[in-house]
């Protein structure tokens, strides 16, 4: 391999751990189906019309189906949530995408639309917002309102969310990373999570720093700023656990 298509591999890898992740719902089995897709394509020849991102977006999801598909508990399927994460949370165009699951564009789009459609059937639960910035945390609120779920409520300090999290036992926590000199959002969720079980995504400006894979890093990150339909397909992965192995 060149030192030109290291780097580029080098450079991809966080993306790709973001959508694994988000794709299981799992930190854990989301890495390990990077490392499976690594080895593949390093070992083998690339299509020369996929840039490494791509083909590791369509390296992870056969390596998935390969593996779990037959006992896979999938909900919605496994290429139309793909999709959904594609175009959302990876900010990849529609063409990219379908290029990357070795679909037609107008493959793409019809599962697609039907995955969009999916979206509206998710079962409602309540959110927590931890963010420091008052006017954020109204725009994540009217979306999160909009994507039909209830506010738990809204913390702007560490210690308001741990309070609000013991009183309201949210569905779901949305946190902001750097709640400035109201503390940490992670420790926040760190210390909720002691005492009360619940699907966490994690909100960024700098996601890279979460998609190492050196350490316990989140299974849903969502960067700043961000989409109505990226909040949306990330709750949805987040509420129903993703495509996860029986």
Known sequence: M?????????????????????????????DQLVAIALKELVESSRRSDLSARQALYGLLVSAFMERHGADAKVGMPLRQRALLLLTSLEEQSLSSSAH??????????????????????????????????????????????????????????????????AKTKPGLILADINLGGGGDGMQAVGRILRTHDAPVIFVTAYPERLLTGETQEPSFVITKPFEPMTLAVATYQAVTGGVTPV
């Open 2 to 30: 060149t030192d030109p298509a290291r780097q580029e591999l080098v450079k991809a890898l966080p993306y790709a751990r973001r959508f694994a992740r988000a794709l299981v719902g799992d930190q854990k089995t989301g």
């Open 100 to 165: 990357a699951l070795g679909l037609t564009d107008e493959q793409a789009a019809a599962e697609l639309n039907k995955a969009r459609e999916g979206l509206q059937e998710i079962a409602q639960t309540s959110v927590l917002i931890i963010e420091d910035e008052p006017i954020i945390a109204m725009d994540i609120q009217d979306l999160v309102e909009r994507c039909g779920h209830k506010i738990a409520g809204v913390a702007h300090t560490e210690a308001d969310a741990v309070a609000l999290a």
